[in-house]
């Protein structure tokens, strides 16, 4: 063997090799893979679409900022790797993070800041053909406004019943 094609041999051993071995996390968002899979490829074509959603009430320790039912329409649609939700009749829209993807389980969250005060939103629904069930679980932070700390946070839990008025089917 000539010196150049065993260098180029020794080289390409050590690639592979250290191509193989499994690198321990450095604190990044370990969410986003799981087992070299991304959790947006494993939802199903069907959550995208239009939503008509109720929330009832089930616990809280503010009866004053949240509403005991609802109806909503949420729009979830995705470009590129952004997910979006959004309500056509209020005009809110928030990008959500996924958290977990399961064969019929989704959750994600949304955060918003406004108004010194912080909304961290988070949803867990069950999937069927067009139509999911879960809870969504809402805190609002109130901030200081001398040095930014929460000084009162109200938090509500709902239980959801969602319908599909259009887009693809889940199953």
Request: charge should be neutral.
């Amino acid at each position: 063997m000539t010196y150049k094609v065993l260098k180029v041999f020794i080289l390409l051993l050590f690639v592979l090799t250290f191509s193989l071995i499994p690198v321990k996390s450095q604190g990044y968002n370990d969410n986003v893979l799981k087992t070299g899979i991304s959790l947006q490829e494993r939802l199903p074509d069907g959550f995208f679409g239009i939503w008509r959603v109720e929330s009832f009430l089930v616990e809280t320790n503010s009866n004053k900022a949240f509403k005991k039912e609802n109806v909503d329409i949420w729009n979830l649609s995705k470009y590129d790797d952004v997910i979006k939700l959004s309500n056509p009749f209020t005009g809110a829209s928030a990008s959500i993070t996924l958290s977990y993807v399961g064969d019929d389980a989704i959750r994600f969250s949304k955060q918003s800041n406004y108004d010194g005060k912080i909304l961290i939103d988070t949803v867990e629904v069950k999937l069927s053909a067009d139509s999911f069930s879960g809870t969504n679980t809402i805190v609002l932070e109130t901030l200081s406004d001398v040095d930014n700390s929460v000084i009162n946070s109200a938090k509500a839990v709902y239980r959801l019943k969602g319908e599909k008025i259009a887009g693809t089917s889940i199953k």
